[in-house]
Protein backbone atom coordinates (compact mmCIF):
# COMPACT_ATOMS: atom_id res chain seq x y z
CA UNK A 1 0.00 0.00 0.00
CA UNK A 2 1.30 3.74 -0.88
CA UNK A 3 2.76 5.66 2.06
CA UNK A 4 1.93 9.45 2.24
CA UNK A 5 3.55 11.81 4.61
CA UNK A 6 0.94 12.62 7.16
CA UNK A 7 0.80 16.33 7.51
CA UNK A 8 4.42 17.49 7.93
CA UNK A 9 5.39 15.14 10.33
CA UNK A 10 8.27 13.30 8.29
CA UNK A 11 6.16 10.39 9.26
CA UNK A 12 4.92 8.44 6.12
CA UNK A 13 1.30 6.41 6.45
CA UNK A 14 -1.02 4.22 4.71
CA UNK A 15 -2.72 6.09 2.15
CA UNK A 16 -5.84 4.57 3.80
CA UNK A 17 -6.72 4.07 7.16
CA UNK A 18 -8.60 1.75 9.14
CA UNK A 19 -12.06 2.89 11.24
CA UNK A 20 -12.12 0.11 13.91
CA UNK A 21 -15.69 1.83 15.23
CA UNK A 22 -17.47 -1.17 15.18
CA UNK A 23 -14.44 -3.82 15.85
CA UNK A 24 -15.43 -5.54 19.77
CA UNK A 25 -19.11 -4.80 19.52
CA UNK A 26 -20.53 -5.85 15.77
CA UNK A 27 -18.08 -7.70 14.86
CA UNK A 28 -16.52 -9.57 17.45
CA UNK A 29 -12.78 -10.41 18.03
CA UNK A 30 -11.77 -13.00 15.60
CA UNK A 31 -14.19 -11.41 13.06
CA UNK A 32 -11.98 -7.86 14.29
CA UNK A 33 -8.60 -9.52 14.07
CA UNK A 34 -9.30 -10.95 10.77
CA UNK A 35 -10.23 -7.64 8.77
CA UNK A 36 -7.08 -6.19 10.82
CA UNK A 37 -5.19 -8.81 9.27
CA UNK A 38 -6.25 -8.19 5.73
CA UNK A 39 -5.65 -4.48 6.05
CA UNK A 40 -2.23 -5.16 7.28
CA UNK A 41 -1.53 -7.93 5.02
CA UNK A 42 -2.22 -5.07 1.86
CA UNK A 43 0.40 -2.98 3.44
CA UNK A 44 -1.68 -1.08 5.47
CA UNK A 45 -0.43 0.58 8.89
CA UNK A 46 -2.65 2.94 10.18
CA UNK A 47 -5.59 2.14 12.37
CA UNK A 48 -8.00 4.22 13.74
CA UNK A 49 -10.11 4.41 17.25
CA UNK A 50 -11.25 5.93 19.98
CA UNK A 51 -11.76 5.34 23.53
CA UNK A 52 -15.54 5.71 23.01
CA UNK A 53 -16.08 3.22 20.39
CA UNK A 54 -18.35 1.75 20.37
CA UNK A 55 -20.68 3.50 23.07
CA UNK A 56 -23.19 3.99 20.34
CA UNK A 57 -23.79 -0.29 19.77
CA UNK A 58 -26.54 -1.02 21.88
CA UNK A 59 -24.10 -4.08 23.81
CA UNK A 60 -21.39 -1.02 23.62
CA UNK A 61 -20.27 0.74 26.87
CA UNK A 62 -16.67 2.58 24.94
CA UNK A 63 -13.18 1.05 25.21
CA UNK A 64 -14.23 -2.47 23.15
CA UNK A 65 -12.47 -1.06 20.13
CA UNK A 66 -9.34 -0.34 21.64
CA UNK A 67 -9.69 -3.68 23.78
CA UNK A 68 -9.65 -5.52 20.97
CA UNK A 69 -7.12 -3.44 19.25
CA UNK A 70 -4.82 -4.00 21.88
CA UNK A 71 -5.60 -7.96 22.19
CA UNK A 72 -4.53 -8.02 18.37
CA UNK A 73 -1.72 -6.50 19.00
CA UNK A 74 -0.58 -8.42 21.65
CA UNK A 75 -0.96 -11.67 19.71
CA UNK A 76 0.29 -10.55 16.17
CA UNK A 77 2.91 -8.55 18.51
CA UNK A 78 2.55 -5.99 15.59
CA UNK A 79 3.18 -2.72 17.55
CA UNK A 80 6.40 -1.48 16.23
CA UNK A 81 4.93 -1.86 12.49
CA UNK A 82 1.39 0.13 13.52
CA UNK A 83 0.65 3.77 13.66
CA UNK A 84 -2.33 3.52 15.94
CA UNK A 85 -4.73 6.76 16.02
CA UNK A 86 -6.97 7.41 18.77
CA UNK A 87 -9.52 10.16 20.13
CA UNK A 88 -10.23 11.41 23.71
CA UNK A 89 -14.53 11.36 23.58
CA UNK A 90 -16.03 12.26 26.40
CA UNK A 91 -19.73 13.01 28.47
CA UNK A 92 -20.53 9.31 28.35
CA UNK A 93 -20.07 6.67 31.06
CA UNK A 94 -18.14 8.05 33.44
CA UNK A 95 -16.08 10.23 31.55
CA UNK A 96 -17.20 14.03 32.04
CA UNK A 97 -18.47 16.53 29.89
CA UNK A 98 -15.48 18.42 28.06
CA UNK A 99 -12.13 18.66 27.08
CA UNK A 100 -10.93 19.54 30.57
CA UNK A 101 -7.02 18.88 31.01
CA UNK A 102 -7.55 16.47 34.12
CA UNK A 103 -10.03 14.59 30.85
CA UNK A 104 -7.79 14.25 28.42
CA UNK A 105 -4.81 13.23 30.70
CA UNK A 106 -7.11 10.15 32.70
CA UNK A 107 -8.52 9.20 29.24
CA UNK A 108 -4.51 9.07 27.88
CA UNK A 109 -3.95 6.72 30.58
CA UNK A 110 -6.73 4.75 29.50
CA UNK A 111 -6.42 4.22 25.60
CA UNK A 112 -2.81 3.12 26.40
CA UNK A 113 -3.47 0.46 28.97
CA UNK A 114 -6.51 -0.84 26.86
CA UNK A 115 -4.47 -0.75 23.55
CA UNK A 116 -1.66 -2.51 25.98
CA UNK A 117 0.94 0.29 24.08
CA UNK A 118 3.38 2.66 25.74
CA UNK A 119 2.61 5.75 23.24
CA UNK A 120 -0.07 6.74 21.24
CA UNK A 121 0.78 7.43 17.87
CA UNK A 122 -1.83 9.80 17.20
CA UNK A 123 -4.12 11.32 19.75
CA UNK A 124 -7.28 13.49 18.66
CA UNK A 125 -9.77 15.94 20.05
CA UNK A 126 -12.87 13.69 19.18
CA UNK A 127 -14.46 17.10 18.82
CA UNK A 128 -14.09 20.62 19.92
CA UNK A 129 -15.63 21.92 23.19
CA UNK A 130 -15.86 25.50 22.92
CA UNK A 131 -16.66 25.91 27.13
CA UNK A 132 -13.42 24.86 27.95
CA UNK A 133 -10.77 27.49 27.27
CA UNK A 134 -8.22 26.08 24.32
CA UNK A 135 -5.36 27.14 26.44
CA UNK A 136 -6.40 24.36 28.85
CA UNK A 137 -6.94 22.09 26.44
CA UNK A 138 -4.21 22.46 24.35
CA UNK A 139 -1.20 22.90 27.38
CA UNK A 140 -3.00 19.27 28.13
CA UNK A 141 -2.03 18.02 24.57
CA UNK A 142 1.43 19.41 24.68
CA UNK A 143 2.12 17.52 27.95
CA UNK A 144 1.29 14.11 26.90
CA UNK A 145 3.64 14.76 24.03
CA UNK A 146 6.07 15.95 26.23
CA UNK A 147 5.85 12.95 28.45
CA UNK A 148 6.51 10.93 25.29
CA UNK A 149 2.92 9.49 25.24
CA UNK A 150 2.33 10.91 22.81
CA UNK A 151 3.85 11.12 19.37
CA UNK A 152 1.46 13.68 17.67
CA UNK A 153 -1.57 15.33 18.09
CA UNK A 154 -5.14 15.73 16.01
CA UNK A 155 -8.19 17.36 15.88
CA UNK A 156 -11.56 15.79 14.63
CA UNK A 157 -14.39 18.33 14.06
CA UNK A 158 -13.55 20.79 14.41
CA UNK A 159 -14.33 24.62 12.65
CA UNK A 160 -11.51 25.73 9.95
CA UNK A 161 -11.45 29.64 12.50
CA UNK A 162 -11.42 26.69 15.79
CA UNK A 163 -8.02 25.39 14.12
CA UNK A 164 -6.54 29.02 13.60
CA UNK A 165 -7.57 29.62 16.76
CA UNK A 166 -5.77 26.56 18.02
CA UNK A 167 -2.55 26.95 15.92
CA UNK A 168 -1.94 30.78 16.75
CA UNK A 169 -1.98 29.42 20.14
CA UNK A 170 0.16 26.70 20.25
CA UNK A 171 2.80 29.01 17.87
CA UNK A 172 2.65 32.14 20.78
CA UNK A 173 3.23 29.29 24.14
CA UNK A 174 5.62 27.08 21.84
CA UNK A 175 3.30 24.35 21.99
CA UNK A 176 2.63 20.92 19.37
CA UNK A 177 -0.08 21.95 17.30
CA UNK A 178 -3.05 19.97 15.69
CA UNK A 179 -1.47 18.33 12.83
CA UNK A 180 -4.06 16.69 10.41
CA UNK A 181 -8.13 16.93 10.84
CA UNK A 182 -10.45 14.17 10.90
CA UNK A 183 -14.03 14.98 9.67
CA UNK A 184 -16.95 14.00 7.96
CA UNK A 185 -16.81 13.48 4.13
CA UNK A 186 -18.15 11.72 1.30
CA UNK A 187 -18.61 11.81 -2.56
CA UNK A 188 -22.14 13.07 -2.17
CA UNK A 189 -22.51 17.13 -1.12
CA UNK A 190 -24.52 18.23 1.55
CA UNK A 191 -27.62 19.90 0.90
CA UNK A 192 -27.39 23.48 2.32
CA UNK A 193 -27.94 23.54 5.99
CA UNK A 194 -28.06 19.86 6.35
CA UNK A 195 -27.54 19.14 10.70
CA UNK A 196 -24.76 16.49 11.40
CA UNK A 197 -25.18 17.46 15.25
CA UNK A 198 -21.42 17.86 16.63
CA UNK A 199 -19.96 15.92 13.39
CA UNK A 200 -18.07 18.50 11.65
CA UNK A 201 -17.41 18.21 7.64
CA UNK A 202 -14.62 18.63 5.06
CA UNK A 203 -15.55 22.28 4.16
CA UNK A 204 -14.22 24.96 1.72
CA UNK A 205 -12.95 26.73 4.56
CA UNK A 206 -10.98 23.52 6.20
CA UNK A 207 -10.10 22.77 2.66
CA UNK A 208 -8.37 25.73 2.12
CA UNK A 209 -7.16 26.23 5.88
CA UNK A 210 -5.65 22.85 5.62
CA UNK A 211 -3.89 22.89 2.29
CA UNK A 212 -2.42 26.46 3.53
CA UNK A 213 -1.19 24.99 6.28
CA UNK A 214 0.14 21.47 5.51
CA UNK A 215 -2.79 19.39 7.27
CA UNK A 216 -3.70 16.43 6.06
CA UNK A 217 -7.71 15.76 6.25
CA UNK A 218 -8.79 12.38 6.67
CA UNK A 219 -12.13 12.05 5.53
CA UNK A 220 -14.36 9.64 8.05
CA UNK A 221 -17.64 7.60 6.75
CA UNK A 222 -16.76 8.00 3.27
CA UNK A 223 -18.59 5.31 2.08
CA UNK A 224 -21.75 6.09 3.52
CA UNK A 225 -21.76 3.00 5.88
CA UNK A 226 -22.23 1.29 2.37
CA UNK A 227 -25.37 3.39 1.68
CA UNK A 228 -24.49 3.84 -2.40
CA UNK A 229 -24.93 0.60 -2.94
CA UNK A 230 -26.87 -1.58 -0.59
CA UNK A 231 -30.72 -1.60 -0.42
CA UNK A 232 -30.86 -1.84 3.48
CA UNK A 233 -29.00 1.42 3.73
CA UNK A 234 -30.62 3.97 1.70
CA UNK A 235 -28.48 7.54 1.01
CA UNK A 236 -29.16 9.73 4.23
CA UNK A 237 -31.65 12.44 3.94
CA UNK A 238 -29.12 15.42 4.47
CA UNK A 239 -27.12 14.53 0.80
CA UNK A 240 -30.23 14.64 -0.91
CA UNK A 241 -29.94 17.70 -2.66
CA UNK A 242 -30.39 19.19 -6.10
CA UNK A 243 -26.61 17.66 -7.25
CA UNK A 244 -27.58 14.09 -5.75
CA UNK A 245 -28.83 12.18 -8.81
CA UNK A 246 -25.73 13.55 -11.30
CA UNK A 247 -23.28 13.10 -8.92
CA UNK A 248 -24.61 9.31 -8.48
CA UNK A 249 -24.70 8.99 -12.24
CA UNK A 250 -21.26 10.34 -12.52
CA UNK A 251 -19.97 7.59 -10.04
CA UNK A 252 -21.51 4.85 -11.40
CA UNK A 253 -20.18 6.15 -15.01
CA UNK A 254 -16.61 6.43 -13.86
CA UNK A 255 -17.57 3.26 -11.95
CA UNK A 256 -18.04 1.30 -15.17
CA UNK A 257 -15.15 2.62 -17.33
CA UNK A 258 -12.93 1.92 -14.86
CA UNK A 259 -14.74 -2.03 -14.01
CA UNK A 260 -14.63 -0.69 -10.61
CA UNK A 261 -17.20 -0.66 -7.82
CA UNK A 262 -18.65 2.83 -7.18
CA UNK A 263 -17.19 2.31 -3.39
CA UNK A 264 -13.82 2.12 -4.77
CA UNK A 265 -13.86 4.91 -6.63
CA UNK A 266 -15.37 6.98 -4.13
CA UNK A 267 -12.24 6.36 -1.85
CA UNK A 268 -9.58 6.65 -5.44
CA UNK A 269 -10.78 9.54 -5.68
CA UNK A 270 -9.98 10.97 -2.79
CA UNK A 271 -6.46 9.22 -2.73
CA UNK A 272 -6.08 11.17 -5.82
CA UNK A 273 -6.72 14.85 -4.77
CA UNK A 274 -3.54 16.68 -4.81
CA UNK A 275 -2.58 17.00 -1.85
CA UNK A 276 -4.15 13.38 -0.79
CA UNK A 277 -7.16 13.41 1.39
CA UNK A 278 -7.05 10.24 3.85
CA UNK A 279 -10.01 8.18 4.07
CA UNK A 280 -10.93 6.41 7.12
CA UNK A 281 -12.52 3.40 5.76
CA UNK A 282 -14.18 0.72 7.56
CA UNK A 283 -15.78 -3.02 6.43
CA UNK A 284 -17.89 -5.35 8.69
CA UNK A 285 -17.09 -8.31 6.89
CA UNK A 286 -13.88 -9.88 4.65
CA UNK A 287 -16.02 -9.28 1.10
CA UNK A 288 -16.13 -5.27 1.46
CA UNK A 289 -12.97 -5.43 2.60
CA UNK A 290 -11.61 -7.06 -0.17
CA UNK A 291 -13.45 -4.65 -2.25
CA UNK A 292 -12.49 -1.36 -0.69
CA UNK A 293 -9.15 -2.29 -0.46
CA UNK A 294 -9.36 -2.73 -4.39
CA UNK A 295 -9.25 1.03 -4.33
CA UNK A 296 -5.97 0.90 -4.05
CA UNK A 297 -5.48 -0.41 -7.76
CA UNK A 298 -7.28 2.56 -9.46
CA UNK A 299 -5.99 4.96 -11.33
CA UNK A 300 -8.52 7.86 -12.50
CA UNK A 301 -7.56 9.71 -15.29
CA UNK A 302 -7.10 13.71 -15.50
CA UNK A 303 -10.75 13.67 -17.44
CA UNK A 304 -12.47 11.26 -14.72
CA UNK A 305 -10.88 13.39 -12.00
CA UNK A 306 -12.55 16.25 -13.52
CA UNK A 307 -15.40 14.81 -14.33
CA UNK A 308 -16.49 13.93 -11.02
CA UNK A 309 -14.91 17.07 -9.03
CA UNK A 310 -17.29 19.05 -11.59
CA UNK A 311 -20.35 17.37 -11.84
CA UNK A 312 -23.48 19.41 -10.53
CA UNK A 313 -21.39 22.39 -9.56
CA UNK A 314 -23.88 24.61 -11.02
CA UNK A 315 -26.92 22.75 -9.81
CA UNK A 316 -25.51 23.29 -5.86
CA UNK A 317 -24.17 26.81 -6.94
CA UNK A 318 -27.86 27.59 -7.87
CA UNK A 319 -29.77 25.85 -5.05
CA UNK A 320 -27.24 27.91 -2.50
N1 LIG B 1 -13.95 11.30 14.15
C1 LIG B 1 -15.24 10.98 14.14
O1 LIG B 1 -16.10 11.70 14.67
C2 LIG B 1 -15.67 9.72 13.45
C3 LIG B 1 -17.03 9.47 13.23
C4 LIG B 1 -17.38 8.28 12.58
C5 LIG B 1 -16.39 7.38 12.17
N2 LIG B 1 -15.09 7.66 12.43
C6 LIG B 1 -14.00 6.71 12.02
O2 LIG B 1 -14.13 6.45 10.65
C7 LIG B 1 -14.22 5.04 10.45
C8 LIG B 1 -15.07 4.78 9.26
O3 LIG B 1 -16.39 5.26 9.51
P1 LIG B 1 -17.63 4.46 8.98
O4 LIG B 1 -17.56 3.07 9.48
O5 LIG B 1 -18.82 5.29 9.24
O6 LIG B 1 -17.22 4.53 7.41
P2 LIG B 1 -17.63 3.83 6.09
O7 LIG B 1 -16.38 3.27 5.52
O8 LIG B 1 -18.40 4.83 5.30
O9 LIG B 1 -18.64 2.67 6.49
C9 LIG B 1 -18.19 1.41 6.88
C10 LIG B 1 -19.40 0.49 6.92
O10 LIG B 1 -20.04 0.51 5.64
C11 LIG B 1 -20.39 -0.80 5.25
N3 LIG B 1 -19.55 -1.13 4.10
C12 LIG B 1 -18.19 -0.96 4.02
N4 LIG B 1 -17.74 -1.36 2.82
C13 LIG B 1 -18.82 -1.78 2.13
C14 LIG B 1 -18.97 -2.29 0.82
N5 LIG B 1 -17.92 -2.46 0.03
N6 LIG B 1 -20.23 -2.61 0.40
C15 LIG B 1 -21.30 -2.44 1.21
N7 LIG B 1 -21.21 -1.96 2.48
C16 LIG B 1 -19.97 -1.63 2.93
C17 LIG B 1 -20.14 -1.70 6.44
O11 LIG B 1 -21.31 -1.69 7.24
P3 LIG B 1 -21.73 -3.01 8.08
O12 LIG B 1 -20.60 -3.25 9.02
O13 LIG B 1 -22.99 -2.59 8.76
O14 LIG B 1 -21.89 -4.11 7.07
C18 LIG B 1 -19.02 -0.95 7.16
O15 LIG B 1 -18.94 -1.22 8.53
C19 LIG B 1 -14.78 4.49 11.76
O16 LIG B 1 -14.51 3.12 11.92
C20 LIG B 1 -14.06 5.37 12.74
O17 LIG B 1 -12.75 4.87 12.94
C21 LIG B 1 -14.71 8.81 13.03
Not at 84 to 90: C, D, L, N, P
Not at 129 to 148: I, M, Q, Y
Not at 225 to 236: K, L
Request: one cysteine or more; charged letters at 20%.
Amino acid sequence: MKKIQLSQTGVEVSCLCLGTLRFGTRNNYEQSAQLMDMYVEAGGNFIDTANSYDRWCTQGKGGESQVTIGRWLRERNNRDDLFIATKVGFGYGDVPEGLAASTIIAECENSLRQLGTDRIDLFYAHHDDSNTPLEETLSAFDRLVKDGKVRFIGASNYLAWRLADADALCAEKGWVNFTCVEQRFTYLRPSPGADFGVQRLIDENLISYCDARGKTMLPYTPLLRGAYVRSDRPIPSPYLGPDTDVRLEVLQEVAREQGATVNQIILAWMMHRQPPLLPVFSAGNPEHMQENLGALNITLSTAQMTKLNQAGHCLNDEAV
